[in-house]
């Protein structure tokens, strides 16, 4: 079993910064950041496959940057310019072959 732990959550102010980390129990080609607002559906924020390719949504982009580190099995987001509209729980998220994965999430909110 592939596992997943998010963690650099918190309360943050409109234009604040915010770097979110999950250590995985082992990397796939393709991994990635969403998250979930309270009453939305889950949204992709942003990938980083081992093609390599680099997307993110267009709500986040310029802002978010999404790197990954396979020797610690890490990948962060970091993210900056942070707006209310952002808040939600961020989860981790790995695909291997047909398989998905994911982290238990971690929250943001950010609020004056």
């Known amino acids: 079993q592939l596992q997943l732990s998010e963690s650099g959550g918190g309360l943050v102010q409109p234009g604040g910064s915010l770097r979110l980390s999950c250590s995985a129990s082992?990397?796939?080609?393709?991994m990635a950041w969403y998250r979930q607002a309270p009453g939305k559906q889950r949204e992709l924020v942003a990938t980083?496959?081992?093609?390599?390719?680099?997307n993110y949504s267009d709500s986040v982009k310029g802002r978010f940057t999404i790197s990954r580190d396979d020797n610690e099995k890490k990948i962060y987001l970091e993210m900056k310019s942070l707006k209310p509209e952002d808040t939600a729980v961020y989860y981790c998220?790995?695909?291997?072959?047909?398989?998905?994965?994911w982290g238990k999430g971690t929250q943001v909110t950010v609020s004056p």
């Open positions: 082992r990397m796939t080609a393709t």
């Open positions: 980083f496959t081992t093609t390599p390719n680099i």
């Open positions: 998220y790995a695909r291997s072959g047909v398989r998905t994965y």
